[in-house]
């Protein structure tokens, strides 16, 4: 057995035979795994409220050979969701991006860019305040997990596009100008595009303290979630809470033509 140490954020938590939790861990050192906290549901001791989807732990886990999940034997928590105030924007945004973290990646592949992503966007986001740093992480998981389009030219006829409005499709790959767009498409605004060269420059701490246009920005980020999407190939159900939130809300998809 391999008894090993390190920093973790907790993703997902299932109840696992009587008194057991199986728990999905986006650890900093081997990546996401899984394992099993036995009698969490009976004694807090070892785990107490560390168990909360989003917490930040140093989790301490046994690796047994020939088997898949491990033994998780204690964490100690180094940030918690729970610390401060929850509304109902910032429930759904701390379960975005859970939910991108446990389907974008795959299991025991370290992904220290990613883990660094999550803790600052974890940081940033606040009560009422989630739009800009929901937005930053889906524009950043699609550019590491490299699913972000070049947004400057045309993918069909190769067109420049800098300094204007692009038009993309959630089933297709690239943007497009307006005479190549696909049945479907969605514009993407020049000031968006310019909103998504500002994030891939700035920093998260110094960008969530700007007053950015909203409408724009809700652009930006529908085209941000509708690309992991894409290529998570299913819908997240996190996105479809934030869309029914006003001052989250997202342009919605054109509706097919008859």
């Known amino acids: ?86 509304d109902y924007a910032r429930t759904a945004g701390l379960q975005l991006v859970a939910e991108v973290l446990e389907e974008a990646l795959p299991e025991q592949a370290p992904e220290d860019a990613v883990f660094r992503l999550a803790l600052a966007v974890l940081e940033q ?40 409005t692009v038009w993309y499709s959630a089933t297709s790959d690239g943007v497009t100008c307006p005479d190549d767009r696909r049945t479907e498409s969605m514009a993407l605004p020049a000031e968006a595009v310019t909103m998504a060269g500002q994030i891939f420059r700035g920093k998260i701490q110094e960008l969530a303290k700007e007053q950015w246009q909203k409408g724009p920005l809700a652009n930006l980020q529908r085209f941000a979630l509708d690309t992991l999407e894409r290529h998570l190939e299913r ?16 342009p919605q998809r054109p509706r097919s033509e008859p």
């Open 1 to 86: 057995m391999i008894q090993r140490q390190g920093e973790a954020i907790v993703l997902r938590v299932w109840p696992f035979q009587e008194a057991d939790l199986l728990v999905s861990l986006f650890t900093r050192e081997q990546g996401r795994v899984k394992g099993v906290a036995r009698h969490a549901l009976r004694s807090r001791r070892r785990f107490g409220g560390a168990l909360e989807p989003m917490t930040h732990v140093r989790a301490t886990y046994t690796e047994r050979p020939r088997q898949e999940l491990v033994r998780l034997d204690a964490f100690e928590i180094l940030s918690s969701p729970l610390s401060r105030p929850i």
């Open 125 to 164: 986001i606040q009560v009422g305040r989630v739009s800009v740093p929901i937005t930053y992480f889906a524009l950043w998981m699609n550019r590491l997990m490299g699913w972000m389009p070049e947004l400057g030219h045309c993918v069909v006829c190769g067109l420049d596009l800098r300094g204007g």
């Open 235 to 250: 819908r997240l159900a996190s996105a479809r809470t934030l869309s029914r939130i006003g001052r989250n809300s997202l």
